[in-house]
């Protein structure tokens, strides 16, 4: 019998075979918090009364939430975070660098990684052929101090994507599809390995993306074979020699099959105030939008903003329309700025913000009023979540939101493609 | 450990960690007993500031979804809630309700109703209905899980231990 991906990432890092619901200690690579989740880590070490990190160089803190800090508590969580890392040699990824997840990518997750983070979206990188799933404050605490974490081995589900997308329909609107479809607790401890040719021809941009999103149907984690495009990523970044081939076996046991036909797919929308409530662009009313949000763990990448740049090149945000930019990290905004990418968002009446979360979680850089409307993105509309429970949040795709931006209602991104 | 007894507190489908403890009170986030005041605000107003001691969150499907914040479940345990039952939970909400020391149980919920009193009895697995006069039986913890439990959460689980104990 051939082994998934799980079986075969998570097997190294336990030490021996592992079949799904076993429960196991698990050799861990890396290991992070952000400034949200982070302080409380810091104090349940105090409280265990561990105080070395097992290996600090693997083990990271990034102030990305609140970047930089709106408000004095913040700014004294900021200062025991550093405090943190100047004494136990952890790595501080300051404001400014980018959002956790994507700079992991960039800068340490490597094909075969086990990765733990205090962040639930630390499932992005089961892009990069990592088993990466989010946990709580005080496992990650305890994953810092010991190098290991306890997990159930998870059922593997296979997600085979064929065809081709369409002009205009991307990755985002293939995850909302698929959340829609399984609904928001549709693989709830499952592992998703993603394979079939839409998905073999997706860049990393797109699977970054959708993996991102597995924790919104369920899933502790989503994966990808390690292949040429990672290779490639790796090789942008200046860490071609960690780059590994890793696939899934073509006998390996699956507990379910899903099949989607990529061609057969149009822009999607998740409409307020849950990600599974997802509709078909057309269905959607064409409803007036004050706040349009590009950026984010799931859409803050380069190729996402060339998408919404090519877009609004030569045309204008709309009047009563806000459009924010917030590049995912560092070397997004200056690779963005070399090209001319933010250039031309500035030009047509987009906010550029510096690196990190931005306006996702609702603490700073563009919290909603009451009733107002934002088309964002990311890859959660739950109620409150930009900040003011009385707001309403759509998803969608780069283009979709270029698109409404240019507009001011939500529109489909093929009227300008 | 001793027999829990409140009120049932009913929630709907799909309770979210934003629900629990929202984004806008971020900053409260190093100040627990403060943000444990605002605890479920967004999804039941009166909750924080009527709830009692031993009562009991009762959840629908997927409860505690999204952000993988231990602060949710953590103010919860602090307004005194003796259990959280619902019928799933989310897998990041379950483990640090577990890693806190509060009970997750999941059981079809739809035969409680809101203001019911309920006792909880761990070690046998049971719950009793004392309004409706039933008894309803709850799948066992896996055995680590069960192990932090008892031993009050994840960090005193470690502090006895100094690692996870996994039988």
Known sequence: MGKTLVEKILGEHVGHDVRPNEFAGVRVDLAYVQDGTGPLTVRQLEKIGLEKLYDPQRSLVFLDHASPSPRQELSNDHKLLRDFCRKTNAIISDIGNGISHNVVSERYARPGDVIVGADSHTCTNGAMCAFATGMGSTDIAVAMALGHTWMRVPESWKVIVTGMFQKGVYAKDFMLYLIGTIEADGATYKALEFSGFAIDSLSMTGRFTIANMAVECG?????????????????????????????????????????????????????????????????????????VFIGTSTNGRLEDFRTAAAILKGRKVAGGTRLLITPGSRKVLLDGMADG??????????????????????????????????????????????????????LASPATAAATAVNGTITDPREFI | METLTGKAWKFGDGISTDHIAPGRLFHLRSNLPELAKHVLE??????????????????????????????????????????????SFARIFFRNCINVGLPALILDTDGINEGDRLELALLTGELKNLTRNETYTFPPLPPLMA?????????????????????
Not at chain 1, 262 to 279: K, S, Y
Not at chain 1, 347 to 360: H, K, R
Not at chain 2, 50 to 77: L, M, W, Y
């Open chain 1, 219 to 291: 899933a502790k984690a989503g994966l990808f074979n390690s292949d040429e495009a990672t290779a490639q990523f790796l090789d942008e970044q200046g860490r071609a020699d960690d780059f590994k081939p890793i696939s899934a076996d073509s006998d390996a046991d699956y507990e379910k099959i899903l099949e989607f036909d990529a061609g057969t797919l149009e822009p999607m929308i998740a409409c307020p105030h849950f990600v599974d409530n997802v509709q078909p662009i057309g269905s959607v009313e064409p409803v007036g939008v004050d706040q």
């Open chain 2, 42 to 87: 967004d999804a039941r107003s009166e909750f924080a500031s009527q709830v009692q001691q031993g009562d009991f969150v009762i959840g629908g499907r997927n409860f505690g979804q999204g952000s993988s914040r231990e602060h949710a479940p953590t103010i919860i345990k602090m307004a005194g809630v003796s259990a959280v039952i619902a019928k």
């Open chain 2, 147 to 167: 192990n932090i439990l008892s031993d009050g959460g994840l960090v005193e689980h470690i502090k006895k231990h100094k690692d996870f104990k996994l039988d």
């Open chain 1, 341 to 394: 990418t933010f250039q031309t968002l500035a030009e047509a009446g987009g906010v550029i913000t510096g690196p990190g979360c931005g306006a996702c979680v609702g603490v700073h850089e563009g919290v909603l009023g009451d009733g107002e409307v934002c088309l964002s993105t990311q890859n959660r509309n739950f109620k409150g979540r930009m900040g003011n429970p009385k707001a309403s949040l759509y």
